[in-house]
């Protein structure tokens, strides 16, 4: 493993997840036609770090990558993007997770080979280092939890579990039901126990339906209440945040020309806690710029607009 530096410099944001190599095609043609394929990286974490990062923020990425060509390439794409990857952990035995973009006339289908990734062996130990209680901000989401019991744990560490004073602990609930497949019911009460632990929670309003067979944007500000502040994205029409002195903001999504659909959350919730929290402008210019960034996401086929 790579020992973290002595000296960790203080962080607006630490964002904590996988990130993995990405295999998409130059055009939108379907993945089975091609002869080629553009090598990236992405995870909605590492998304978010590189948004923030973009904005001027001082962000670090935490999380483990194999001993690999792929490890090296995510370190070396995210530290070109200004991110602070000095504590990312080393595993000379698990590979760096893959997965592919296969374009579809309706949407982006993705397939993931992610395992036994070195990621999956990511555990409590990790929230026992300084940049983690350093930090402003910790940035978290609910694909983590799914990945191995360890990941589990760690997630009840730095949520449930963790000490005050600390930072604050924002959470997108991310829901993606292929990695609960074979502990689907699980999935709610995971989900709605770190969101309600969490001080700024991202859901989709369909998220919700789904989990928790609540279809409007009140009542899961009513379910999430002891988070201090819930922004529920309904798709295209806009989002709205609610905080914890009752306060509701809704901002209506402006039209955009939709290339794809992955990232564009993840560059939503750097958006919002760029302009809401980290600049302390509040919830409507969260909405605004998280909206701005999330447009600029879904016009192009990169996990992070460039």
């Known amino acids: 493993m790579r020992e973290p530096k002595a000296s960790t410099p203080a962080h607006d944001v630490v964002c904590v997840g ?15 036609r091609q002869r080629s394929l553009a090598l990236t990286v992405g995870g909605a974490e590492s998304n978010v770090a590189c948004s923030l990062a973009a904005l001027g923020h001082r962000v670090a990425w935490l999380s483990r990558v194999g001993a690999d060509p792929l490890g090296r390439r995510v370190l070396d794409d995210l530290t070109a993007r200004g991110v602070d990857v000095c504590a990312v952990e080393i595993d000379p035995e698990r590979p760096t997770g893959v997965y592919f973009k296969d ?23 990790l929230a026992r280092l300084p940049l983690l209680r350093e930090a402003r901000l910790l940035h978290l989401s609910g ?42 019911a699980d999935a709610a009460d995971v989900l709605l126990r770190l969101a309600r632990a969490a001080d700024v929670v991202f859901v989709g309003r369909d998220e919700a339906e789904t989990l928790w067979g609540i279809g409007k944007s009140a009542d899961v500000r ?20 609610y905080t914890e002195d009752g306060e509701e903001t809704f901002v209506a999504a402006p039209p955009s020309r939709v290339v794809e659909r992955v990232g564009a959350g993840d560059a939503f919730a750097a958006g919002y806690l760029s302009a809401a929290l980290l600049e302390g402008r509040g919830p409507e210019q969260g909405l ?3 909206h701005r960034l999330a447009a600029a996401a879904l016009g192009t086929r990169d996990d992070v607009p460039t």
Request: hydrophobic share 40%; aromatic share 4%.
């Open 143 to 184: 694909i983590t939890p799914a990945l191995s019991d360890s990941c589990a744990a760690l997630m009840d560490v730095l949520i449930t579990h963790r000490s005050a004073p600390g930072p604050l602990v924002s959470f997108d609930v991310n829901h993606r039901p292929a990695l609960w497949r074979h502990r689907p």
């Open 18 to 32: 996988e990130t993995m190599a990405v295999l998409s095609p130059p055009d939108a043609q379907p993945l089975a």
């Open 103 to 125: 374009p579809t006339p309706d949407l982006t289908r993705t397939y993931y080979y992610r395992r036994g990734s070195a990621a999956t062996g990511m555990g409590p130990s």
């Open 222 to 241: 009513d379910l999430l209440r002891p988070a201090r502040v819930v922004v529920v994205k309904d798709a295209g029409h806009g989002a709205t945040a």
């Open 288 to 290: 605004r710029r998280g």
